[in-house]
């Protein structure tokens, strides 16, 4: 751990593996399985627990409780894990579980995501790359959040539950089934509002690409025909179509949870 710079006041336990340039702040605890990545900083007051990775340049604000026990009742002590990746910021009072028996074992947050103040990732949960939790997020266990989703404050998912890539979830909304890539959810309970199109000029998305995901999406979630008739004939007429394609490989593949749909019809 060369070049570390740990407050006198942290408790760093036997066994932890600290790389080069870690900071860690006052009154921070760092668990004996735990693993910090070259050049993480603990702000102050943080504790990283149980069997826990933080990946290289994460910055952990105060009052962060990351790896404790999961908030699942049948964990009975299980050597579960909790991997974090890279470049990730965790704002104050973000609370991430670790997985259990039940689940699969894991926790795992992918590369460059912001969790914002008071957020909350339960345990057996996946999350990709680029992810966004605004204040106050609470992502149930066992769910899955793909590349680029962001979350608006106070949004609530429940378990089980998918998100999809690219996909953006109001603030205050509390999502009780699977959300499309590419999709916007909002209300409580949650609905299907079209597509989010502001996030995917924002990613420098092609005129073309939004328009063929306009055009999917109409037909996708149009009147006729069952859901499932539907994604048939998009599979058909865009198979060149790759983000189109995402869309329909992730309905296809389901979940434990049904689509979340528009109210009256499709919008995008």
């Known amino acids: ?39 993480v900083e603990l702000a102050s007051h943080v504790v990283v ?4 990775s933080v990946g290289a340049r994460c910055r952990i604000f105060p009052f962060a409780s990351i790896g404790h026990q999961p908030q699942d009742l049948k964990y009975k002590g299980e050597p579960s894990t909790l991997q974090i990746g890279t ?14 028996e039940g689940g699969g074992m894991t926790t795992t947050i992918g590369n460059a995501c912001a969790f914002l103040a008071n957020s909350h990732v339960g345990h057996d949960c ?33 378990q089980f539950a998918r ?15 699977d959300l499309i ?37 109409r037909l996708l979630f149009a009147q006729e025909g069952t859901l499932l008739e539907r994604v048939a004939d998009v599979a058909e007429e865009f198979r060149e179509h790759a983000i189109v394609m995402e869309i329909v490989a992730f309905i296809k593949a389901g979940g434990r949870r049904s689509m979340c749909m528009p109210k009256n019809g499709a919008e995008a």
Do not use: W
């Open 87 to 100: 470049d990730c910021l965790i704002r104050e009072g973000v609370t991430i579980n670790p997985g259990t």
């Open 49 to 52: 627990a149980g069997r826990t």
């Open 181 to 217: 890539p590419y999709g916007m959810a909002l209300g409580n309970r949650a609905y299907l509002s079209g597509l989010n199109i502001v996030g995917l000029q924002r990613r420098n998305f092609s005129r073309t690409e939004i328009h063929d995901l306009r055009r999917a999406y």
């Open 126 to 158: 996946h999350v990709g790359n680029n992810v966004i939790f605004s204040n106050n997020v609470m992502l149930a266990g066992h769910c899955d959040v793909g590349d680029f989703a962001i979350l608006g404050g106070g949004a609530a998912v429940i």
């Open 1 to 39: 751990m060369a070049n570390s710079n740990i407050h006198p006041t942290a408790i760093i336990e036997d066994g932890a593996k600290l790389g080069d340039g870690v900071r860690i702040g006052p009154y921070s605890v760092v668990g004996a399985d735990v693993v910090l990545g070259d050049g």
């Open 163 to 177: 998100v999809g890539a690219h996909s953006f979830l109001g603030g205050m909304s509390g999502l009780e089934q």
